[in-house]
Each structure stands twice: as C-alpha cells, then as structure tokens.
C-alpha cells in the first residue's frame, strides 16, 4: 500500500505564490507516476499536472508556464509550485499515485485547501 499526506495549502493573495508538498511511504515501488488533481465546489476532479517515468511531466493549460510538478526522491515527497496564482485556482488539491495497472488502480491523499482571494 502507498500512503500520501499532503500539505503547504493556505489562504493566498491573487498572484502570489504557494508549494504543495506530498509526502509518501508505503511500497513506493509500484508506483508509476504521481500528480496533482484539484476539485473546485461543484466541478469534477481535473488534472493539474503529472511526472512520470524518466521524470517527464504533463500539465494542465490553465496550469502552463505557472506551476511546476517536480520531486525529491532522497525525502520521497512529491511537490506542486505554484506561481502567479488566480482566484479560478480556488479548489482541493489531492496528491495521486498511479500504480500503472489496468485496469486503473491509484491513491489518493487527503487533500489541502487552496484559497486564493484578496
């Protein structure tokens, strides 16, 4: 089992700036890629951007050019930089890992709060 703890979240001020952070433990070897989903009230889950093998990263467009997904292997903690923050960031992130299986299997973290309001 993979266990995920996120933190970092908090109330920011339009165009600032924020890190994520995930940490992870539990059986880390059967974990394929992770990312960072966020969920607005009342809007679906969507992606926010993903690292895979060979560190290769997807983003989101609403996410491109001010948020970086990159990773500390020796302290087994995923990060999520944000930069340049607006108020439609406002939602729930959630740290993922997928175990690249099929059918699809992943865990999920608790999740942190982000604001972003004057």
């Known amino acids: 089992q993979v266990q995920l703890v996120e933190s970092g979240g908090g109330l920011v001020q339009p165009g600032g700036s924020l890190r994520l952070s995930c940490a992870a433990s539990g059986s880390l070897d059967i974990i394929a890629a992770m990312g960072w989903y966020r969920q607005a009230p009342g809007k679906q889950r969507e992606l926010v951007a993903r690292?895979?093998?060979?560190?290769?990263?997807n983003y989101a467009d609403f996410v491109k050019g001010r948020f970086t997904i990159f990773g500390d292997n020796a302290k087994n903690t995923l990060y999520l930089q944000m930069n340049a923050l607006q108020t439609d960031d406002t939602a729930v992130y959630y740290c993922n890992a997928d175990f690249g299986v099929v059918p699809r299997v992943d865990a999920w973290g608790q999740g942190t709060q982000v604001t972003v309001s004057s």
């Open positions: 690292i895979g093998s060979g560190e290769t990263t």
